[in-house]
T-cell receptor, first 116, second 112 residues
Framework: GAVVSQHPSRVICKSGTSVKIECRSLDFQATTMFWYRQFPKQSLMLMAT?????????EQGVEKDKFLINHASLTLSTLTVTSAHPEDSSFYIC????????????FGQGTRLTVV | AQTVTQSQPEMSVQEAETVTLSCTYDTSESNYYLFWYKQPPSRQMILVIR??????QNATENRFSVNFQKAAKSFSLKISDSQLGDTAMYFCAFFVGNQFYFGTGTSLTVIP
């Protein structure tokens, strides 16, 4: 199957700093990328959807100025957590979907963010 | 509104036995795709099986099969000959309108 690479897998940062997480589709063009947040033992919570050629669409309650999403190319999307606080500590997962109506989304390995 | 319900937060099964995970969903759309994803302790989401809503035939993938009842909006996953490596969280999901909707997950433990 297609491969989505997400980096870093783990990051620890100080409160007030910014952290960038990358999501790359390695062998297909990702026309849509999704960013999720997952709390322990809970389901995936969609944060935003980024479609080719347009700005990200954020879900209600997700601060777009805090969670900056850039779909720089058809193979790369980044999530930047700005001015991180301990409550931003979580597991973040990206997924990417290619062209066509029957293509599934492939998930990155996830990023464990810890803000201290 | 699109919703996915997994009514079994936790389940266990003896190794080599069969287990069925339940999933119901609600949508007014007629064309959509259904998935079961597995999330082991590594937390990597792994596709287990997929089903196109327009297909009546139930999907199968080796030891994994689904019972898709479109009218009832039910999409259960059957795991046969359970293996220790099947221990994981299992998420039911459907895709419609360029968006995924996930259930709350079922934590499956395979007991040796």
């Amino acid at each position: 199957g297609a491969v989505v690479s997400q980096h870093p897998s783990r990051v620890i940062c100080k409160s007030g700093t910014s952290v960038k997480i990358e999501c790359r589709s390695l062998d297909f063009q990702a026309t849509t990328m999704f960013w999720y947040r997952q709390f322990p033992k809970q389901s995936l919570m969609l944060m935003a959807t980024s479609n080719e050629g347009s700005k990200a669409t954020y879900e209600q309650g997700v601060e777009k100025d805090k969670f900056l999403i850039n779909h720089a190319s058809l193979t790369l999307s980044t999530l930047t957590v700005t001015s991180a606080h301990p409550e931003d500590s979580s597991f973040y997962i990206c997924s990417a979907r290619g062209r066509g109506t029957n293509t599934e989304a492939f998930f990155g390995q996830g990023t464990r963010l810890t803000v201290v | 509104a699109q919703t996915v319900t997994q009514s079994q937060p936790e389940m266990s099964v003896q190794e080599a036995e069969t287990v069925t995970l339940s999933c119901t969903y609600d949508t007014s759309e007629s064309n959509y795709y259904l998935f079961w994803y597995k999330q082991p302790p590594s937390r990597q989401m792994i596709l287990v099986i997929r089903q196109e809503a327009y297909k009546q035939q139930n999907a199968t993938e080796n030891r994994f099969s689904v019972n898709f009842q479109k009218a009832a909006k039910s999409f259960s996953l059957k795991i046969s000959d359970s293996q220790l490596g099947d221990t994981a969280m299992y998420f039911c999901a459907f895709f419609v309108g360029n968006q995924f909707y996930f259930g709350t997950g079922t934590s499956l433990t395979v007991i040796p």
